[in-house]
């Protein structure tokens, strides 16, 4: 059942737009989930950081994708008291060139959060990431799946993806020539 209360605050805040959008994998899209705008809401992040917690056991580290699954993860890692690591896309070329960031133990488990899935290839690079760095990556939880071929893309990689809600579900009001996918 989708979060009614999430996806309010989605829609008062303004993060689901309309018109014609080219998405990042390079498709388009009548319909925009703008994640700067729910990132950088205080209710919107109150609101995902309960309900990624209500979805983690504390038992496995947290990740977030560099950039827009940073805000996510740390404020879900505060929410649950559970430390975290940024996975970036690529490793920096200064500093010490790390690719993923903070501490991270060989076989350690760890849950990916991400803020929209379209394809899902984000994630799946950055399971990939972890995984070199030693870490057990089976699960991915998004704040919104557009429905896309994520959940399948994912499953090719060997994980699971958990959504808070759906294109479907925060879509289910829209004008009529709003296509979910």
């Known amino acids: 059942m989708a979060n009614q209360q999430l996806i309010d605050a989605l829609r008062?805040?303004?993060a689901v737009k309309f018109?014609?959008?080219?998405l990042s994998h390079g498709g388009t899209s009548n319909y925009y989930v703008d994640k700067y705008v729910f990132e950088t809401n205080p209710q919107c992040l109150e609101l995902i950081a309960a309900a990624f917690a209500d979805?983690?056991?504390?038992q496995a580290k947290l990740a977030g994708v560099a950039l827009g699954a940073v805000p996510?993860?740390?404020?879900?890692s505060v929410e649950t008291g559970t430390p975290y690591v940024i996975a970036r896309k690529q490793a920096k070329e200064y500093g010490t060139g790390n690719r993923?960031?903070?501490d991270l133990a060989d076989g350690e488990e760890v849950v990916i959060l991400e803020d929209?899935?379209?394809t899902g290839q984000s994630a799946v690079d950055a399971a990939e990431a972890l995984r070199e760095a030693g870490a057990v990556v089976e699960r991915v939880v998004v704040v919104v799946d557009r429905e896309e071929g994520a959940r399948e893309n994912l499953a090719e990689a060997g994980l699971e993806l958990e959504s808070l809600v759906t294109a479907s579900d925060l879509l289910?009001?829209?004008p009529d020539?709003?296509?979910?996918?």
Request: aromatic letters at 4%; charged letters at 35%; a negative charge.
């Open 55 to 58: 979805r983690l056991d504390g």
């Open 100 to 102: 993923i960031e903070g």
């Open 116 to 118: 929209i899935a379209t």
């Open 177 to 181: 020539d709003v296509d979910v996918a």
């Open 12 to 14: 008062d805040a303004d």
């Open 72 to 76: 996510l993860v740390a404020v879900t």
């Open 19 to 22: 018109g014609e959008f080219e």
């Open 172 to 174: 289910a009001d829209a």
